[in-house]
């Protein structure tokens, strides 16, 4: 069987890594909850409404969850997640490694 395109799932966790903001958003995140101006303070360059748009998209994704006023913590999808996240940086350490 010949694959001629990705399935959903793949495309959907493509989209959040390729995302760039939504990438560093789940590595600044803990599963205790955090207040949204702290976050921002990790994620620098990042304004408070872009930020509020992209905790909505991982809210919607079941990747985080509210906490209470403005505050927001990873869901198990968003720990789990953010696990494959940082596998993927030890492959791309170890792939540049292997390339020097």
Request: charged share 20%; proline share 0%.
């Given at each position: 069987m010949v694959?001629?395109?990705?399935?959903?799932?793949?495309?959907?966790?493509?989209?959040?890594l390729n995302?760039?903001?939504?990438?560093?958003v789940l590595i600044n995140l803990k599963a205790a909850p955090t207040e949204i101006m702290n976050?921002?303070?990790?994620?620098?360059?990042?304004?408070?409404?872009?930020?509020?748009?992209?905790?909505?998209?991982?809210?919607?994704?079941?990747?985080?969850?509210?906490?209470g006023n403005y505050q927001f913590q990873l869901t198990t999808a968003g720990i789990s997640f953010q696990k494959q996240l940082h596998q993927l940086e030890v492959w791309g350490d170890q792939m540049i490694v292997a390339m020097h």
């Open positions: 694959m001629r395109d990705l399935n959903i799932g793949t495309k959907v966790g493509l989209g959040v995302d760039r903001w939504a990438a560093l976050l921002r303070q990790r994620v620098r360059g990042l304004s408070t409404l872009k930020l509020l748009n992209v905790l909505a998209k991982l809210t919607e994704l079941g990747l985080v969850a509210t906490a």
